[in-house]
């Protein structure tokens, strides 16, 4: 299997973006280039890997603001800016916004080299801890409603006596929802079904104007949104 390098290159003048384009072929990147962040946006995938090589001035959207777009859209590659005319302030902007890295022209091949590569590590990094969390809501959207009741009560630290009187039933019917619930989830020991649940935004705390013993399941960056009492 061979490792799919891709950068995303455009803007600039033409001969100085066929030379970059040209400079990072032949270091093995596959690389295609866009002349506006209109274009790319009309043939950008949410699935696409890689990183983009992204100017500040373009024609239309500028380099910041297809940053913005991308990043508000959830579907952002990692960004290397290389322009020509960036300042203290963009690239501040930029970086806040969580570019990789804010390179101005003239650019020797050694830096730009290091700055796409850190930005496809991150892209890979990102995508990995991106399927870590869709397993894991697989897992999520296996378990009945009363398995979900459970779980938001054993996050909470509660044990299977106080789960049962919590939601009136026995003590052994609890036991045997919540194994077959850390079974589904695969979690060995609690701790470990709490970090599960953190990597996808579970959050167990008290209900707002009720007792301590009243859990919600608040999940901000979860497919499934559930509220559990």
Not at 60 to 72: F, I, K, R, S, Y
Not at 117 to 144: P, S
Not at 145 to 157: F, K, L, S, T
Request: with cysteine.
């Amino acid at each position: 299997m061979t490792q799919c390098k891709q950068c995303l290159s455009w803007r600039d003048a033409p001969e100085v973006r066929k030379s970059i384009s040209r400079v990072l072929r032949a270091a093995g990147y596959l690389v295609r280039s866009f002349e506006s962040a209109e274009e790319f946006l009309a043939e950008h995938r949410g699935d696409a890997q890689g990183c983009l090589l992204l100017d500040i001035c373009m024609p239309g959207l500028t380099g910041l603001e297809l940053q913005h777009a991308l990043v508000a859209s959830q579907d952002a590659l990692p960004i290397v800016f290389l322009t020509g005319i960036g300042d203290i302030r963009m690239g501040v902007a930029a970086m806040k916004e969580g570019a990789v890295d804010f390179l101005t022209k003239p650019i020797d091949n050694v830096r730009l080299f290091a700055a796409v590569e850190q930005a496809l590590r991150r892209d890979l990094e990102h995508r990995a801890q991106a399927e870590i969390r869709r397993v894991i809501h697989r897992r999520l959207e296996t378990l009945t409603p009363r398995e979900r009741e459970v779980m938001a009560q054993v996050i909470g630290g509660r044990l299977n006596k106080q789960i049962a009187a919590e939601l009136g039933t026995g003590e052994k019917t609890i036991k045997v929802h919540r194994a077959r619930m850390m079974s589904k989830m695969r979690a060995a020991s609690v701790p470990e079904l709490v970090r599960l649940g953190a990597r996808v935004g579970v959050e167990i705390e008290p209900a707002l104007g009720v007792g301590a013993s009243d859990l919600s399941w608040r999940q901000p960056q979860c497919l499934i949104s559930r509220r559990l009492e």
